[in-house]
């Protein structure tokens, strides 16, 4: 069965930072990411990339947030700088592989004012 475990989440101040990690189940995926869903709201895009190294980022995030794959392919992190208020959300590791979608349990990231 396949897994994907998430790590780092946490309580920030806003200007802060944190770096979010999602390890899979030794499976390589043709695209890792991150998606976060507010209270209250749909789950939404933050990152992705592909096993190329291909990104795409939503544009909340831009020039705050970088996503990487880790040596192994089958981990993926997210390093976000400059946090804010309205980055606060469950975060969620995400992954595809054959046409099929996988997501992680999600990380709680709180970032204070």
């Known amino acids: 069965q396949v897994q994907l475990v998430e790590s780092g989440g946490g309580l920030v101040q806003a200007g802060g930072s944190l770096r979010l990690s999602c390890a899979s189940s030794?499976?390589?995926?043709?695209?890792m990411g991150w998606y976060r869903q507010a209270p209250g709201k749909q789950r939404n895009l933050v990152a992705t990339?592909?096993?190329?190294?291909?990104?795409n980022y939503a544009d909340s995030v831009k020039d705050r947030f970088t996503i990487s794959r880790g040596n192994a392919r089958n981990t993926v992190y997210l390093q976000m700088n400059s946090l804010k208020p309205e980055d606060t959300a469950v975060y969620y590791c995400?992954?595809?592989?054959?046409?099929?979608?996988?997501w992680g349990q999600g990380t709680q990231v709180t970032v204070s004012s």
């Open positions: 995400y992954a595809s592989r054959n046409s099929r979608d996988y």
């Open positions: 030794g499976l390589i995926f043709n695209i």
């Open positions: 990339v592909t096993t190329g190294g291909t990104t």
